[in-house]
């Protein structure tokens, strides 16, 4: 693995201070990133420029320094398949800048933004991928559809999360955490053999309370007018106590005394 000690300690300063500059104010469509301990391998995320059949892509290259730079020009390579007269199947990118045309005056700037430009006009006369040269050269349209096809399958960008996906990630959680708690509930008022009815505007309404030592008393209630039923409805439905108390359960129906009362007096006459 290489490392910074590859570099003579003047390159590396010159080296932070231009990658700085292009991390404060980087180049059109173009991203830097660099390891600290490794200024020999630059990294680079280009973007594929409008109007061209890069367009919509990301493609990541590599320039490799070697331990004499800037004397002699850095490699270049990209990491993302691309279909290109001057880039070869193994990313090696063919362009004058990195050879004979090379300067050590010459800022990394400068080459990355060659190397984009190369992605708007290619050189099919000192191609490295002979094919999209040939193509380029008799069959423009046939050699962009190529070109799409790679930038569809190996450089589209990855997918942004949307606006509002972390609240909505938190609404979620909070309901989530909500149906847990009732669902506790349900279970703890189960299993002390209490049952809670959903309310129904159609049903009478039912209470359950503890008194005394652990019993029971249920009562029901007749519904009143908000539910939309007449009072006569009301009427059909008897009002009924019951009471469990030591095991027993007790029903006093007080109509029924009151009926039977009347019946002894009838007969009597």
């Known amino acids: 693995m290489a490392t910074n000690e590859n570099l003579p300690p003047n390159v590396i300063k010159q080296l932070a201070k231009e990658l700085k500059n292009l991390d404060e104010s980087p180049p059109e469509g173009i991203k830097v990133g660099v390891n600290d301990d490794d200024f020999s391998n630059i990294y680079a995320d280009i973007e594929g420029p409008g109007g061209t059949p890069y367009e919509n892509g990301v493609f990541r290259m590599k320039l490799l320094l070697s331990h004499d730079f800037p004397h002699s020009p850095p490699k270049g390579y990209f990491l993302t398949k691309i279909f290109h007269p001057n880039i070869a199947s193994n990313g090696e990118i063919c362009v004058n800048t990195l050879k004979k045309d090379w300067n050590p005056s010459l800022g990394l700037r400068h080459v990355l933004l060659v190397v984009r430009c190369l992605l708007i006009e290619p050189f099919p006369e000192s191609a ?142």
């Open 128 to 269: 490295l991928n002979e094919q999209a040269g040939k193509m380029l050269l008799e069959n423009y349209e046939e050699y962009a559809r190529h070109a799409r096809l790679y930038t569809g399958i190996h450089a589209k960008p990855k997918p942004k999360f949307k606006s509002g996906a972390i609240s909505e990630s938190t609404t979620v959680l909070n309901v989530d955490q909500t149906n847990a708690s009732i669902l506790k509930v349900d279970q703890k008022t189960s299993a002390n053999g209490a049952v809670l009815p959903p309310p129904s505007p159609l049903a009478p309404s039912t209470t359950v309370s503890k008194v005394g030592n652990n019993h029971d008393q249920l009562a029901t209630a007749v519904p009143t007018s908000e539910t939309g039923i007449s009072g006569s409805a009301a009427a059909l439905a008897p009002m009924t106590t019951m009471q469990k108390r030591d095991g027993a359960v007790t029903k006093l129906p007080a109509d029924k005394k009151k009926m039977d009362a009347r019946k002894k007096s009838l007969k009597r006459l």
